[in-house]
């Protein structure tokens, strides 16, 4: 069985619009897009036809990818606590006092200006169960680096 993935309202209401979307008018669009392609002659050589062929399937694809990601879906609000969680905001200081916000969650909950600390990231596995006042660290292409943790609150969107 597939692991749940964790959505919120927000993302997951976001989802089912883009399927809903792909699955209506996507998919008569492409559909439109092939037949006048097909329409301009032997498709060995038609360029545009391929192309649409192409978009098709990759289409198709994320059709696929939506309905298994919102049917184990683990769609919920966060009411927060006292350690880190899926869903949860944690505001950081690195090494050198820089402070960030962190949104711990799957890349599928991404909010335009917000890092996005996905919970199999090094720096999401290594804030998940961790407490204010706690230092982590984490690996990364550059080394080792650490944060301590000065908030966490729930996820509001």
């Known amino acids: 069985m597939t692991e749940p993935t964790f959505l919120t309202p927000g993302a997951h209401d976001k989802l089912k619009a883009e399927l809903e979307q792909l699955t209506t008018t996507g998919r008569i669009e492409i559909s439109e897009r092939i037949a006048e392609a097909r329409a301009h002659g032997d498709l060995k050589e038609n360029a545009e036809y391929h192309a649409a062929k192409n978009e098709q399937g990759l289409m198709e694809a994320r059709i696929r990818q939506l309905t298994q990601l919102l049917e184990n ?47 199999t990231s090094p720096v999401g596995s290594a804030l998940v169960g961790a407490a204010v006042g706690d230092t982590v660290s984490y690996d990364a292409p550059g080394g080792t680096f650490s944060l301590t943790i000065t908030a966490i609150e729930p996820f509001e969107g």
């Open 73 to 119: 879906a683990e769609v919920r609000v966060v009411a927060g606590g006292d350690t880190v969680e899926v869903g949860t905001v944690v505001t950081a200081t690195d090494e050198d006092g820089d402070e960030m916000r962190y949104f711990v969650a799957p890349q599928e909950n991404r909010v335009p200006g917000m890092i996005l600390a996905s919970p």
